[in-house]
């Protein structure tokens, strides 16, 4: 899903036609509590080496209408790299406090 720049709300000031497809289903979003967990490997490409942070910050304004929480969080070095975070023990531990915050 490739989108470039955001609005403050998220919203994707260009979206490709995968994104506006997504965007007629946001409506269609469960009322669930998300977490969106997303890399920057701090190179000057924006980006976990495969997707735009741009791109990762959009999924606010898909889901935004129907959530029942967002919560954000950007991880920064090496262990950002797209295939790495879910091996990067801070993405996982804050996934555990996440889904499991009184542990």
Known sequence: MYVSA???NG?????????K????????YPHAKVLNVY????DG?????????SSSKSLRYLVS?????????????PMAQHSR????????KTAISFLWPNS
């Open 45 to 53: 490409s924006h980006s976990d080496g495969r997707v735009k942070n």
């Open 85 to 92: 975070l879910r091996e990067n023990p801070q993405v996982l």
């Open 6 to 8: 955001n609005h403050k």
């Open 39 to 42: 890399g920057d490997l701090e």
């Open 21 to 28: 497809r997504q965007l007629v289903l946001r409506k269609l």
């Open 65 to 77: 209408p129907k959530v029942k929480s967002y919560k954000e969080k950007k991880f920064t070095g």
């Open 11 to 19: 919203k994707p000031i260009h979206m490709n036609d995968n994104y």
